[in-house]
């Protein structure tokens, strides 16, 4: 347990659904992340946010749409997604984004987009 | 974008040591993270390199030379359990954290 929780673990989805990723953490950090993992391909960071503003935006499509309602919740509701968006998508979280504080990752969810 | 560069796969034995080395280029230099990720699950802290030199941690060590853009993580005394990937990766002048794909180290009786 890292103090990171993510809820679903696993979602399968239609292209023209509408879902919402879920992501918690529990360590008084103030900076969170989402990111993208794919098969053979490196983790790859979408969004960041500090104290609750996004402050990264990593050129990623607008059917991915975050939402940081406080320092401790990230949401990413996903609509109209592409049979390519299926990957392991893993929030994480730190003390703050800019600076030398690990990161502390949840166990991810699952996606699947038929 | 950032280059970040790691082999693919190392196998070694249990009790043995292996050395995944990882080089990069990045536009600035805010540190250099190992982490380690089972399958399946989530990836966790294992280092944190900023000043050139060798950081200890039981049996993992993290190096670092800034000048040469490289750094390796030492798994001394192999265990079974450690057959995992290890990601290099490193946060940049933006502290932006670019991740390498990734080394499947596999660890054999």
């Known amino acids: 347990e890292t103090g990171v929780t993510q809820t679903p673990r696993h979602l399968v989805m239609g292209m023209t659904n509408k879902k919402s990723l879920k992501c918690e953490q529990h360590l008084g950090h103030n900076a969170m992340y989402w990111y993208k993992q794919s098969a053979k391909k490196p983790l790859e960071l979408m969004f960041v946010?500090?104290?609750?503003?996004?402050?990264e935006n990593n050129s990623v499509p607008s059917r991915f749409s975050p939402e940081c309602p406080n320092s401790s919740h990230l949401f990413l509701h996903l609509h109209t997604l592409q049979p390519e968006d299926s990957a392991l998508y893993l929030c994480?979280?730190?003390?703050?984004?800019?600076?030398?504080?690990?990161?502390?990752f949840g166990p991810g969810t699952r996606l699947t987009v038929t | 974008g950032q280059n970040i560069d790691q082999p693919t796969e190392m196998t070694a034995t249990e009790g043995a040591i292996v050395q995944i080395n990882c080089t990069y280029q990045?536009?600035?230099?805010?540190?250099l993270f190992w982490y380690q990720q089972h399958a399946g699950e989530a990836p966790t802290f294992l280092s944190y390199n900023v000043q050139d030199g060798l950081e200890e941690k039981g049996r993992f060590s993290s190096f670092l030379s800034r000048s040469k853009g490289y750094s390796y993580l030492l798994l001394k005394e192999l265990q079974m359990k450690d057959s995992a990937s290890y990601l290099c990766a490193v946060r940049d002048g933006d502290y932006k954290l670019s991740f390498g794909d990734g080394t499947t180290v596999t660890v054999r009786a």
């Open positions: 994480a979280s730190s003390q703050r984004w800019d600076s030398s504080y690990e990161q502390y």
């Open positions: 946010y500090n104290f609750k503003e996004q402050t």
């Open positions: 990045t536009s600035g230099f805010n540190g």
